[in-house]
């Protein structure tokens, strides 16, 4: 190629990558800005200040039991939730992750593994965020991450572990509010699901269909007072024991419990920090709902990265090298299994 068009072809690569840069920075600001028009339109002006000084749920709001309408209608939420997406059908199971805005990785590692491959689309995975430190760098991540994935469910809280009720609240009205479910499974970025076997177990005749609240529950549960990361005061929680209750890492909820909690948000101010013993206590309130422990949601904590057949929810998997290895002996025993059928169908 002569000299002279090589350097042509060279401008014209600048040029492009001039002008995509441009318009891609252009379309960001618009975005964004479009994004805080909305923000006040819907809350009105002085909504913002409103929602920092207090919770939305001692806000007196008429609308938790309206649907929602077309796209701009004006439906506020009792939580802290901001998310109207819509799921586009309906799913056997939503699973809805609980993950902390800046938890880039934990994310990319859960949808390059388990929460991928749905081809039969059985299943939804979607991360529940709160609200980071604004961090510009990090926040426009985060946006781009929420524009390519779209499956972020963001509430207007602020992230941290005393407010990880109120992203379970956030969580459940909107899958009560925008999606069709039959079962509901709550879990930490930490927490290897295995869709699989936990529809397998779901499906099973002997696991009922309604009022099932299922995972690691225990039903000798204590308020530790003092201090740590468990702590709770005696103005939080007043009784000397815990009503039965799933660990949070991972539990079920079959469809029909779920409106029944949201109900339940409004009689109560300032929920008790621990999300779990908080679903407990409503469970308990609804009344005639058991908690069932089962030995399919299993912690890790004592040992090794190891796959058993037989369990559906992993909780503290340390890193993505035994997100992997889960999750590539999860997929060889669906071959196995999938090789027994033909076999069996011969
Ligand atoms: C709540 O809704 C009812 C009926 O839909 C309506 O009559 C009432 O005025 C509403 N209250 C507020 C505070 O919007
Ligand atoms: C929880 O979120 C609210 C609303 O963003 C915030 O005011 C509060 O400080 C948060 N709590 C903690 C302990 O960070
Ligand atoms: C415990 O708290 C509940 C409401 O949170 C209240 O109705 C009840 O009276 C309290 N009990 C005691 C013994 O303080």
Excluded at 216 to 235: D, I, L, M, N, Q
Excluded at 239 to 262: E, I, N, Q, W
Excluded at 263 to 292: M, R, S
Aim: proline share 5%; glycine share 6%; charged share 25%.
């Amino acid at each position: 190629m002569p000299y002279s068009q090589k350097r042509a072809l060279n401008y014209a690569f600048l040029f492009v990558i001039t002008f995509s840069v441009t318009t891609i920075v252009w379309v960001n600001h618009y975005l964004q800005k479009k994004n805080r028009i909305y923000h006040n339109q819907r809350h009105g002006s002085n909504a913002i200040t409103l929602r920092e000084e207090i919770p939305s749920h001692e806000v007196k709001l008429n609308s938790s039991n309206s649907p929602p309408t077309e796209e701009g209608g004006d439906v506020l939420h009792k939580t802290y939730l901001t998310s109207r997406s819509q799921c586009p059908r309906e799913y056997f199971l939503l699973i809805m992750v609980m993950s902390s805005p800046y938890n880039f990785k934990r994310r990319s590692a859960i949808r390059n593994t388990w929460a991928g491959g749905q081809s039969e689309e059985r299943w939804k995975t979607v991360f529940l965020v709160g609200q980071g430190e604004g961090e510009t760098v990090q926040n426009q991540r985060l946006a781009a991450e929420e524009e390519m994935h779209r499956d972020l469910i963001r509430g207007a809280q602020k992230e941290h572990y005393r407010n990880l009720t109120l992203k379970t609240q956030m969580g459940l009205e909107w899958a009560s509010k925008y999606c069709n479910f039959q079962f509901l499974v709550k879990a930490d970025d930490d927490v290897f699901v295995d869709p699989h076997a936990m529809i397998n177990h779901l499906k099973r005749p002997d696991t009922p269909k309604t009022n099932l609240y299922t995972g690691r529950c225990t039903h000798r549960g204590f308020p530790k007072r003092g201090g740590g990361k468990y702590a709770v005061s005696w103005e939080e929680y007043n009784k000397t024991r815990y009503p039965p209750f799933c660990a949070g890492p991972a539990y079920v909820l079959s469809h029909d419990l779920v409106p029944k909690l949201v109900n339940l948000f409004n009689n109560v101010k300032n929920p008790l920090p621990l999300e779990d013993v908080y679903i407990g206590t409503l469970i308990n309130k609804i009344g005639g709902v058991k908690a069932i422990w089962h030995p399919g949601f299993r912690t890790l904590e004592y040992g090794p990265c190891r796959y058993h057949s037989d369990i559906f929810a992993y909780h503290q998997v340390k890193g993505e090298m035994c997100m992997n290895e889960l999750f590539k002996s999860a997929m060889k025993e669906r071959d196995k299994q999938k090789q027994q059928q033909a076999v069996f169908l011969r």
